[in-house]
């Protein structure tokens, strides 16, 4: 590709010609402008320090224009920007309002890569404040707010809540998402666990003990506009909260978070705090939930069993085996308990459930989860056995089992159990049969029937008719 008339024509090191350079900016079109500014950066040497030190004498739209590329070319090349780091610190104060989000954003990228970073950014730390109470995008407030934890400014603390409450009525929006995770991990590192308690109850005692502990009332004043910031959020505010800690991939370890969502008097909050329980690794044992077992709202029950599925076997298996046996339960619950066990692969307990269980439904369950998890043919044979001496009620329940588990190959089997029962039992098999052909046909079934023996294929022509013909 041709180089530009800039980069033919400039020396990066020819302070006069750079400089030339850049007054001309204020000539070219809007069309042309980012291109030119960004042939001045290419140029290296002093272009960048010669587009920030003509800054103020520029109008608004080219000196936002000017930063924009600025800010683009130091996040991806961070630490070409450590030379010009304090000459972007002392034009800050002398630009427009709007380029300054702009410089902090690149400075907080610059501090990543450079010796002694963090305490760079500490006289940053009031600028870094008036942006986050100037409206700024939510990407440039997020760059704010890592200044401002840097510089150890408490005081931020109600902005910061302030913004995620702004932001949680769009948290589809992944900018506002990412927002809310960057003011988590903020608050933790400015205000402790305490304070990230408040935020899913602010008005639960124990925390405002232990924050008042922590901050050894050296921090009341704080503390008051941090409650009267919390004062604003809707009631959706801790359950959101709860939910992204849940779906982080930076598998958040807020364990105070969902400790005290386990006891908010909200029953979705609490539903979304059993829900994250998983996400708290080794911050809470699985007894924490316990409790929540005997909840007064089925949806947090419901929720308590099948986070309790998160966990390993050895902590949480007899307890889901428990719940799946105890008669006085619900079934909803039961059925949790036993995909709690299908989903920690928990065979034994499975087996143990539907060998003791008084329930039909739950000892159908039981034994297609198991029969799922069993080698493919052990299962095969189990649900073959089941499904001829269920109640009749009760076969549209395994048959779902059958159908996830069957494949066309396992006509064999089929056919194999149709020859040996007799009575009701093979009147069974035969229906079994039938709904196979027509649910597995194909190629694929078609290539099993042929492999059966001369009696066998004939016998289950003559019961498929031109079922197995259907699919292709």
Known sequence: MEQSKVKKQLDPKDLPALKRAVKRLEKVSEKKLNDAICDIIDLGGYSVAVLLESLKGFNA??????????EDFLYFHPDKGVKVFDRIKK??????????????????DISETMEGGEDALATLA??????????SDLMRASKAIDIAVKAGKRDIIPDIIK??????SKTDNYQNYQFIETSLLALKRLGGEPLLRLLINHESESALRQIRLEWRNKYDALLVDVIKSLDTADSDFAQVLLKIIDLSEFNLPFSAMISEGLNHPDKWVRQ?????MQKAGDGLEPESLSRLLSDEAS?????????????????????????????SESFDVRLNALYALYSQKNLDSLVAVYKQCDNDRVYVNAIGLASLLMPHSGGVSTLIDVYTKLKEEMLPEALHYVLELFEPEDL??????HSTVSGDARERVIELIKVFAEKKSGDRLNLALQRLNDAERSALKLLIGDKAQIKR
């Open 61 to 70: 739209e080219l000196q936002l224009a000017i930063v924009k590329k600025i």
């Open 91 to 108: 034009v800050l104060p002398e630009v427009n309002e709007v380029c300054r989000g702009h410089l902090l954003a690149a400075l907080s």
């Open 126 to 135: 009031d600028d870094a404040a008036k942006l986050l109470s100037s409206g």
């Open 163 to 168: 913004l995620m409450i702004e932001s949680v």
């Open 272 to 276: 979304s705090a059993a829900s994250s």
């Open 299 to 327: 949806e947090v029950r419901l929720m308590a069993v099948t986070s309790l599925g998160g966990f390993d076997v050895a902590k949480t298996g007899v307890i889901l085996e428990d719940l799946a046996l105890r008669a």
């Open 412 to 417: 064999s089997m089929l056919a194999s159990a």
